[in-house]
Every structure is written in C-alpha cells, then in structure tokens.
C-alpha cells in the first residue's frame, strides 16, 4: 500500500507562483513513475505532467515552459513549481503514482495510487 498527501495549494493571484509537494509513504518501493493531474469543476481529470523514477520528465502543452516538475527519491517526495499561473489553471491537483502491476493467481493488473487533492485557484 502507497500513501500519497498534496501540499501546498492555495489562492494565488495571475502571474503568481505556487509550490505544490506530494509525500508518498507505505510501500513506496513499488512506485515507478509519478505525475501530477488537475481537475477543474465539470470537466474531466487530465495530465498536467509525470516523471519517472529516472528523471524523464513529459508536459502537456498547457503549461509546458511555466511548470517544472520534479522528484526527490531520498525524500519520498515529489514536487510541481507552478510559475506565470493563469486563471485556467484553477482546479484540483492530485498526485498520482504508478505502482507497477499486481500479480497473484493468474490474475495481472495496474496499481495506481491517488492523493486526496490540492485546490489552487488563481484569481485577482
């Protein structure tokens, strides 16, 4: 089992920066890679960015260039550094990692791991 907690949300203004952190705890050797979503009210959860274990890191367009993703293996933790934050990027964020594949009498499937969420709204 994996324990994932965001931290760092909160009301910035347009332009502003947030910080975001997410602490894995419990079985944290089975996690691979690792990746933040948002959620905004009536739509969909989409990918906002992942990194693996190695350091490869992937952006969607939208924020690629103002948010940098990272990950502290040591620490258990991973990081987004959200800078020029627009009012479209109000929404939930949930950490999310990628615990491999379960394996036990023939059966095979994903692991996923999903935090509680972080709300960061962004407005003047």
């Known amino acids: 089992q994996v324990q994932l907690v965001e931290s760092g949300g909160g009301l910035v203004q347009p332009g502003g920066s947030l910080r975001l952190s997410c602490a894995a705890s419990?079985?944290?050797?089975?996690?691979?890679?690792m990746g933040w979503y948002r959620q905004a009210p009536g739509k969909q959860r989409e990918l906002v960015a992942d990194?693996?274990?190695?350091?490869?890191?992937h952006y969607a367009y939208f924020v690629e260039g103002r948010f940098t993703i990272s990950r502290d293996n040591a620490k258990n933790t991973m990081y987004l550094q959200m800078n020029s934050l627009k009012p479209e990027d109000t929404a939930v964020y949930y950490c999310?990692?990628?615990?491999?594949?379960?394996?036990?009498?023939?059966?095979?499937?994903?692991?996923?791991?999903w935090g509680q969420g972080t709300q960061v709204t962004v407005s003047s």
């Open positions: 990194i693996t274990s190695g350091g490869i890191t």
């Open positions: 999310h990692a990628d615990g491999g594949i379960y394996r036990a009498r023939d059966n095979a499937y994903p692991v996923d791991y």
């Open positions: 419990g079985s944290i050797f089975s996690i691979q890679a």
